[in-house]
Each structure stands twice: as C-alpha cells, then as structure tokens.
C-alpha cells in the first residue's frame, strides 16, 4: 500500500473505532491514538520528503501511485505530493490533534460528533494528497458534507440558518467547480484527469479556458472566502463549536486557496494572465473589507471571522501576483492563518464556556481571572497583526514583497492598498486586548472563573510553540514551499 493512503486509511480506522468504542474514556482514546499517529505520520512524511529532495530527486511529485477506477472516464486513484501538499498535510495534522483535545469535554452525543469531526478530517487529508481531478473533488465533498450537522446540531447561536446558509453556498459553489472540472477534463481531450498529465500537454484551447477558469476559480473561491461570495464565513465561523471552527478556519478554508493555485491557474494559465485581473480586485476587496468589517463588530467569534476573510483574501491576493515569491507567500499565509485562527477559535471557545458570553462589551478584566488564558491570547493578537518572531510577519512581508515585484501601476496600487490593511489589524487587535483583558472586572460573576485546564493549556502551547517556530525558522518551510510554487509559476509566465 502507498504511504500517502495511510492518511486516508488512518482516519477509516478511527471511525471504525468510535463505532465500536463504549463509554467516553474509549472515545477519547480512539481519538487520541488516532489524531496523533497522523501527526507523526506528517511529521514523518516531512522528513522523508525533504530527505528526497536532499537526495537529488526532480520528480515534481513525490511518492506517487496510481491506481485505476473507472476506466472509461479515466478516473484513478492518483496520489502524490510536493512541498505545498506535505506543508499542508502537516498543518492539518496539527489541528486535528489539537482540536480533539479542545474537545476533550464536549457534551452531548460525544461518539457522534467525532464521528462526523473525523469524516472531515478525512476529507481534508485526501483532498491534499490527490493529483485526480475527480478524487479531488470527491475529498472534497466529503469535507464539506460534515460541516452541516456539526454546526447544525453541536453548534450555538442561529446554528440552523448559519449551517444551511454554509451548505447551500459551498454547494454553489461545488456546481460551479464540478462544471469547471468537466470542462478541463474534455478541454484537454478527455485522456485524463491526472493534474500533472494535463499541464503537461498544455492544451486546452484558449477559448475554452476562459469558460472554465472563472468558473474553476469562483468554485474554489467561495470556499476561501472570496467577495462577495464571504457571508457564509462568519455566520458558520460564528455558530460552529470550538474544534469545528479550528478545524474549519485552519484548514478547510485552504482548500479553497490550494485548489486555486493547484488546479484553475496552473492547468489555465493563459486564462489565469487575461482574466486574472478581475479576481484581483475582488480579492483585494476581501482583504480590506474583512479587516474593516472585523473593527465594527463585538461578537469575539465574529471577529476573529472577519478576520479570517481578510486574511485569507490574502491567500488569494498574492497567489494571482503570479511570481514565485507571491505565491510562496500565499502558502506561508495559509500555514500562518491556519495556526493562529485555530489558536484564536481554542482561546474563544475557552472563554465563552466559562463566561457565557462572547459580547466583547460584556467581556473585561480577564487577565487578573485567568492569566493563563489571557496572555495566549495577546500571543495570539500578536500574531495576527504581523509582529516580528511570529508566523504571521514572515508569510505577510514574503506576500507583500513578492506583490511589489510587478512593476506596473495597477498591481503595486493594489498591492499599497492591501499593505493598509496591517494598519486595520493593529487597530481591531489591540483595542479588543485592551477592552476584555485589562482593567477592573466589573462582572462579579466572572470573578469567581477559573484559568485553562490541562487539556485546554496541552492544545494551546502545541499551537503558541507552531506559531512561534514558523515565526522564528521560516527557512526550511519556505524552501520547500518555494521548490514546489516554480512549476506553477513557470506555467504562469506569459
């Protein structure tokens, strides 16, 4: 069996197990072993992969198989990965891991919801390991599927319409993707769905990939919270229980950069130079407005998810600058983002379940309640505004220098505007630090709270020592990441 499969079959495994396991101490177990081995399978898998290319090894895709399907419609069973998929692989690791432990006390129906958190995490796993058309989207379904019953039924707030409204619109923008996918497929013969093949006969008709790309790009884009197509993020980051929302902020929304820059513009480029334009406005939009709309609301989950547009509008901001250091960016951008929203959504969810309340105006004085808690998550705001020595400096300054590389006027205005909004972070971040966590605590209900428990502290250092070390070492990530980015870029230039 292909190593790469262990990261679909570990997952199977897992839900075998929970079906059989009786009592909350076996669930847990389950989960335990489960989510750990797949961390040291990604750690592992790193380690391999960078010793391969240490080695010498050309080969775009590393530790490929292929096995057929369905013969007539030439869908296989194709794996493989390079430096962004390994990157990913193990960011997705890191929060399912930690996310089973923010879990660690959800009440009720404990067996079904990591029944259903598991499914995901699968449909996440294979979706970053597939070089298939068809079973790319076919993870890909399976990681969306998830997202309606755990929101639905575990989540708080107007968790029916946020979980429909999610639903409806990831599944537009599903039928946008599956027509995208079609359209490639039979544009470029109807031999294979094989990425790595397609963009190596390069050719799809020009025409054709101007129907195809937008499409492809917007059903992707929906998922990365593209604008206008965004209003399903808050509402689900906001209603969405604590791991759901670690998980679906952290990784899920990177599926929808990664499928971007995987498929709409490296198997369209000529598309991707014509049209390209366009999406850049809208991206740059979400970049702004995100960071803007974050300001005005006093909802901390709300934040937080406003937040995540604007950051990942960033994702997709420089993956269309279409240069090697832009795009590099992009995927140092999805780790960081992945890492510290996870921490911000671990941190929320800590609060609310011992204050009750998420209203920023009724929040005040944490720090001298639960130090522990509170000094995370200035560690956490930290990162999100771009401070030196932490993840999010690294991906944003490589995002913005790699923009500032296209010498013309249009995408260096676009790229000083976008640049405004480290300023709107700053601001949101530091007045919410300020508001919840200094000062008297007016509240005398709060006073009697407690700090983090073990398990609640065990998830948050995991991600603080992440975020810290992808701030602090940056090289050895951003090389492999670089690596990987040039097959595409070079796809890229006119």
Same mark, same amino acid.
Not at 30 to 55: C, D, H, K, N, P
Not at 125 to 151: K, R, W
Not at 173 to 194: C, K
Not at 316 to 326: K, S, W
């Given at each position: 069996?292909?190593?790469?499969?262990?990261?679909?079959?570990?997952?199977?495994?897992?839900?075998?197990?929970?079906?059989?396991?009786?009592?909350?101490?076996?669930?847990?177990?389950?989960?335990?072993?489960?989510?750990?081995?797949?961390?040291?399978?990604?750690?592992?898998?790193?380690?391999?992969?960078?010793?391969?290319?240490?080695?010498?090894?050309?080969?775009?895709?590393?530790?490929?198989?292929?096995?057929?399907?369905?013969?007539?419609?030439?869908?296989?069973?194709?794996?493989?990965?390079?430096? *962004?998929?390994?990157?990913?692989?193990?960011?997705?690791?890191?929060?399912?891991?930690?996310?089973?432990?923010?879990?660690?006390?959800?009440?009720?129906?404990?067996?079904?919801?990591?029944?259903?958190?598991?499914?995901?995490?699968?449909?996440?796993?294979?979706?970053?390991?597939?070089?298939?058309?068809?079973?790319?989207?076919?993870?890909?379904?399976?990681?969306?599927?998830?997202?309606?019953?755990?929101?639905? !039924?575990?989540?708080?707030?107007?968790?029916?319409?946020?979980?429909?409204?999610?639903?409806?619109?990831?599944?537009?923008?599903?039928?946008?993707?599956?027509?995208?996918?079609?359209?490639?497929?039979?544009?470029?013969?109807?031999?294979?769905?094989?990425?790595?093949?397609?963009?190596?006969?390069?050719?799809?008709?020009?025409?054709?990939?101007?129907?195809?790309?937008?499409?492809?790009?917007?059903?992707?884009?929906?998922?990365?919270?593209?604008?206008?197509?965004?209003?399903?993020?808050?509402?689900?980051?906001?209603?969405?229980?604590?791991?759901?929302?670690?998980?679906?902020?952290?990784?899920?929304?990177?599926?929808?950069?990664?499928?971007?820059?995987?498929?709409?513009?490296?198997?369209?480029?000529?598309?991707?130079?014509?049209?390209?334009?366009?999406?850049?406005?809208?991206?740059?939009?979400?970049?702004?407005?995100?960071?803007?709309?974050?300001?005005?609301?006093?909802?901390?989950?709300?934040?937080?998810?406003?937040?995540? !547009?604007?950051?990942?509008?960033?994702?997709?901001?420089?993956?269309?600058?279409?240069?090697?250091?832009?795009?590099?960016?992009?995927?140092?951008?999805?780790?960081?983002?992945?890492?510290?929203?996870?921490?911000?959504?671990?941190?929320?969810?800590?609060?609310?379940?011992?204050?009750?309340?998420?209203?920023?105006?009724?929040?005040?004085?944490?720090?001298? !309640?639960?130090?522990?808690?509170? !000094?995370?998550?200035?560690?956490?705001?930290?990162?999100?505004?771009?401070?030196?020595?932490?993840?999010?400096?690294?991906?944003?300054?490589?995002?913005?220098?790699?923009?500032?590389?296209?010498?013309?006027?249009?995408?260096?205005?676009?790229?000083?505007?976008?640049?405004?909004?480290?300023?709107?972070?700053?601001?949101? *971040?530091?007045?919410?630090?300020?508001?919840?966590?200094?000062?008297?605590?007016?509240?005398?209900?709060?006073?009697?709270?407690?700090?983090?428990?073990?398990?609640?502290?065990?998830?948050?250092?995991?991600?603080?020592?992440?975020?810290?070390?992808?701030?602090?070492?940056?090289?050895?990530?951003?090389?492999?990441?670089?690596?990987?980015?040039?097959?595409?870029?070079?796809?890229?230039?006119?």
């Amino acid at each position: 069996m292909n190593f790469l499969s262990l990261f679909v079959l570990i997952p199977l495994l897992m839900l075998g197990g929970l079906y059989l396991a009786k009592g909350i101490k076996a669930i847990r177990g389950v989960m335990v072993a489960g989510s750990t081995a797949l961390l040291i399978l990604s750690i592992v898998l790193t380690f391999l992969y960078l010793g391969e290319r240490q080695a010498g090894a050309t080969a775009e895709m590393l530790f490929r198989a292929d096995t057929v399907w369905y013969a007539p419609l030439h869908i296989s069973y194709s794996v493989g990965v390079d430096g *962004i998929s390994v990157a990913m692989l193990l960011l997705s690791a890191v929060i399912v891991f930690t996310g089973t432990f923010a879990s660690w006390k959800l009440q009720p129906l404990t067996k079904e919801y990591f029944l259903w958190f598991t499914l995901l995490s699968m449909g996440v796993f294979g979706f970053f390991i597939s070089i298939d058309l068809f079973t790319m989207f076919m993870f890909y379904e399976i990681a969306l599927i998830p997202m309606y019953l755990l929101i639905g !039924v575990w989540g708080s707030g107007r968790k029916e319409y946020a979980a429909m409204k999610l639903t409806l619109m990831l599944m537009g923008g599903s039928a946008f993707l599956l027509i995208g996918i079609l359209g490639i497929f039979f544009g470029a013969g109807g031999t294979t769905m094989n990425i790595l093949e397609i963009a190596r006969l390069h050719n799809i008709p020009f025409a054709q990939q101007c129907i195809w790309f937008p499409l492809t790009f917007l059903g992707f884009g929906v998922l990365g919270a593209l604008f206008p197509f965004h209003t399903w993020s808050p509402d689900g980051h906001a209603s969405a229980p604590t791991a759901v929302s670690m998980l679906h902020a952290g990784v899920l929304m990177k599926l929808g950069g990664y499928g971007c820059f995987r498929i709409a513009m490296y198997l369209m480029p000529e598309a991707a130079n014509e049209l390209g334009w366009i999406f850049l406005i809208l991206t740059g939009i979400s970049v702004v407005y995100g960071a803007f709309s974050a300001c005005v609301q006093t909802d901390l989950k709300y934040i937080n998810a406003y937040s995540s !547009v604007s950051h990942c509008g960033l994702v997709l901001f420089a993956i269309l600058m279409m240069n090697q250091t832009a795009a590099t960016g992009a995927v140092l951008q999805m780790l960081s983002h992945g890492l510290m929203t996870a921490l911000f959504f671990a941190l929320i969810g800590m609060i609310y379940g011992r204050t009750h309340t998420r209203d920023v105006r009724e929040l005040n004085g944490l720090m001298k !309640v639960m130090p522990f808690l509170s !000094v995370c998550y200035v560690i956490a705001g930290l990162a999100n505004l771009g401070l030196p020595g932490l993840s999010g400096f690294v991906a944003e300054m490589t995002i913005f220098v790699g923009s500032f590389q296209n010498f013309d006027v249009f995408h260096r205005t676009l790229t000083i505007i976008a640049c405004s909004s480290i300023v709107i972070t700053a601001v949101y *971040i530091l007045r919410l630090v300020s508001k919840i966590l200094y000062g008297t605590c007016t509240n005398k209900h709060h006073l009697a709270l407690t700090d983090a428990t073990w398990d609640e502290r065990f998830a948050v250092i995991c991600l603080i020592i992440c975020v810290a070390g992808l701030g602090m070492a940056p090289f050895w990530v951003s090389h492999m990441i670089g690596e990987s980015v040039l097959p595409v870029v070079s796809h890229l230039i006119p």
